[in-house]
């Protein structure tokens, strides 16, 4: 973010903002009018009361060719810039900088394409001449297009244009008059500033043609087969040079379109073309056939149904297996009654249903109030996995017999703990929905998807049948006499296999570790090492006796006290998704499969129509560094040999849409297909709607989900 204020900021005056883009070799951003696919930069300014924020000021854009499609952009060094009026009120603030924010959405491509967003702020400290930054926005001002104003006289143009359709209206025959002497006899570019009318992949000087006579210029430039409007005026830019590298000046002019435009077949949006808005109809059709039949009993009790079975199935995942596992071995205590075993299963059964149900409503509260989330959100704050990694830490150190709870709690509090394993067993029930939360268990994604859909009430019983699915072999356990029988009894085996299990604990603290990686960057996760190396000194340190108990701990203390107040919460902030002090640097790549034959791209809902709208299906694997489900199914069926080979037989774009940290445009797109977590794997092909796979797919699946889209 740049300023330009050469007369400084007082009242009257006009003075210039900017956002700096460096695009990466071979990236584009879009131009206000992004042609057959993409979305133009848009700026959000919050400006003190005063200033006013005018539009931008779009450079000369360069066509930019996309397979069958084409788009207009830039590419390199871009700077948009935006004239700010100062109001004859305005008084620069007497305590304090004046602070200036942005905020600023644009979408970057090449054959992928990602959406990125900033946060921008700018603090000035005086309303004295700014003019650091001259050069850049007088090169940026040379680029703008400069407004041609019409003129006639006695009935004859001298500067201006007018269009008119031909016979067919199959062509929009563009005449300009008044345009530079030293322009003449040279080829021109004609850059449509109006959406969804003309071919935008018509190659220059070949698919449309122009001429000189004398002043004026001619070009017959072709309408596109699928156009969006009639209108009865189109703004075009008109520069000097080929489409792919045209100069500076550029002048934009208004023409009417004087004949009859055949009526249109189908409404567009607009600023999607037809091709696109017709894939988006299908996506939007799809998502309302979950939420019509959600309103019947029949649906509430599918919903109901399935969420039990997941809720049962979570048991199966590798985090959460060693919590029941844990519980149930309790079962061969020899002082424990039968009674003690039905109270603590119950209070088990209260903490995982509460917990799902307050974590459901959570959920539901959130995006009512506007946020865009979705099951398995809390996993997108780095704070919560760094939590959940303390949690786990101290949780594996305590069953690897480094210290003992007791040892750190207030004796009152130890006897309470002691006298309550009730409390403990509830406690248990909140643990285990923590950990199983992240991710979707076959059954569960169209009960979530539908849940959202649902009355308040019956959501929450959707919520709350998943923890009672989650909760029955825990339950049934507690209840059945004979699994305490079929138990080994007590002995040393017990404090062996007490150790195992935080083996198993560990295991998911290392994963947390890669979750946070995903979202902070390697500085986050190494600083989260070091602070869980530290509570770990801490803990030793409390077991020891004596003066030695106290120093060490007091110096552990001191250095988890000292991480804590300064480098520790700086590395734990979610990594942004680009640059933000004023470019979009974006480098992601493509994600290499298996036997390297096929990639992955980035997903965004632009670059999935924009491949609908050329023809070629689109298999989009929605997924997440937290959900363990999705990780099993990249390296086992989205990995095999013949999986893939189907794909590239059948030239099907993969993509995947990354939703480790926070993304609405992904939880927009989950909550289109009637889903609300992750895995979700969805196959999308020209003129249909899309089909959902199971959240465990196997290889048979897949294979049949492909056999509608024929080899190419």
């Not at 056939?289 to 199966?316: E, Y």
């Not at 459901?360 to 995006?367: F, K, P, Q, Y």
């Not at 919460?569 to 790549?589: D, F, K, M, V």
């Amino acid at each position: 973010m740049l300023v330009h204020a050469p007369e400084g900021i007082r009242a009257g005056q006009t003075f210039w903002l900017g956002l700096q883009i460096e695009h990466q070799p071979h990236w584009h951003t879009y131009w206000q009018n992004p042609g057959d696919s993409g979305l133009p930069t848009r700026l959000q300014w919050q400006l003190p009361e005063g200033l006013q924020a005018g539009d931008i000021a779009w450079p000369l854009p360069k066509k930019i060719p996309i397979g069958t499609l084409a788009n207009y952009g830039y590419e390199g060094r871009l700077l948009l810039t935006v004239p700010v009026t100062v109001g004859a009120d305005f008084r620069f603030p007497d305590s304090g900088p004046l602070t200036l924010g942005l905020q600023a959405e644009w979408l970057v491509c090449r054959q992928e394409c990602i959406p990125q967003e900033g946060r921008l702020s700018l603090k000035l400290a005086s309303a004295a001449p700014q003019k650091t930054h001259a050069a850049g926005f007088e090169a940026a001002q040379k680029l703008s297009t400069k407004p041609m104003v019409q003129l006639q006289q006695g009935g004859t143009w001298i500067t201006g244009g007018q269009a008119s359709l031909s016979a067919d209206a199959k062509q929009i025959n563009l005449r300009v008059h008044g345009l530079p002497v030293g322009w003449r006899g040279q080829t021109l570019s004609a850059f449509p500033v109006t959406h969804n009318v003309v071919h935008n992949a018509a190659v220059q000087g070949k698919d449309w043609t122009q001429s000189w006579q004398g002043a004026v210029w001619s070009a017959q430039i072709p309408v596109s087969e699928e156009r969006g409007d009639s209108p009865k005026s189109m703004r075009w830019v008109i520069a000097v040079g080929p489409e792919s590298a045209p100069k500076a000046p550029a002048f934009d002019i208004e023409t009417p379109v004087q004949g009859t435009w055949p009526a249109l077949t189908q409404a567009a949006p607009a600023e999607i073309s037809p091709a696109l808005a017709k894939a988006l109809a299908e996506n939007a059709s799809a998502a309302q056939k979950p939420a019509a039949s959600s309103t019947t009993a029949l649906g509430l009790t599918l919903a109901v149904l399935g969420a039990l079975v997941g809720g049962f199935l979570l048991n199966l995942m590798p985090c959460v297996f060693p919590v029941l596992a844990i519980k149930v071995i309790g079962f061969a205590q020899a002082d424990t009654s039968q009674a003690q075993h039905r109270a603590a299963g119950m209070a088990y059964t209260v903490g995982v249903v509460l917990s799902f149900m307050l974590l459901g409503g959570l959920m539901l509260g959130l995006r009512a109030a506007g946020e865009q989330l979705g099951w398995g959100f809390q996993l997108q704050s780095p704070p919560v996995v760094a939590g959940l990694a303390l949690l786990f830490t101290l949780l594996g150190l305590n069953l690897a017999g480094v210290f003992e709870f007791g040892q750190m709690l207030p004796s009152s509090l130890a006897t309470l703990q002691s006298r309550h394993p009730t409390v403990n067993a509830g406690l248990s029930g909140v643990l285990a929905v923590a950990v199983a939360s992240p991710c979707t268990a076959p059954f569960m994604g169209a009960s979530l998807g539908l849940a959202i859909a649902l009355p308040v009430w019956q959501a929450l019983l959707v919520f709350a049948a998943m923890g009672v699915g989650m909760a029955v072999p825990y339950l049934a356990a507690s209840w059945w006499p004979g699994i305490a029988r079929a138990l080994p009894r007590p002995g040393v085996w017990m404090e062996t296999f007490r150790q195992a299990m935080a083996f198993p604990m560990f295991a998911t603290v290392i994963w947390l570790l890669w979750v946070l990686g995903q979202q902070t960057g390697i500085d986050g996760a190494s600083s989260l090492l070091a602070g869980l190396l530290t509570v770990a000194w801490l803990v030793w340190a409390l077991g020891l006796s004596g003066r030695t108990r106290w120093v060490l701990s007091g110096l552990a203390l001191a250095t988890l006290l000292w991480m804590g107040s300064t480098w520790l919460p700086q590395a734990l902030r979610e990594a942004p998704t680009a640059p933000i002090a004023s470019t979009s640097q974006a480098t992601p790549g493509k994600l290499s499969s298996a036997n390297g034959a096929t990639t992955w791209q980035a997903w965004s809902e632009a670059a999935v129509q924009a491949q609908l709208a050329a023809g070629r299906p689109v298999f989009v694997d929605f997924t997440a560094a937290w959900c363990v489900t999705c990780q099993y199914n990249k390296k086992t069926t989205l990995a095999d040999a013949r999986v893939l080979a189907d794909f590239a037989a059948r030239q099907v774009v993969l993509m995947r849409a990354d939703w480790t940290r926070r993304d609405p445009a992904i939880t927009q797109a989950l909550t289109a297909l009637g889903r609300s977590g992750v895995p979700v794997y969805a196959l999308y092909a020209p003129s249909r709607t899309p089909v959902l796979l199971s959240e465990l797919p196997s290889v048979a699946e897949v294979q049949s989900a492909l056999q509608g889209i024929p080899a190419r």
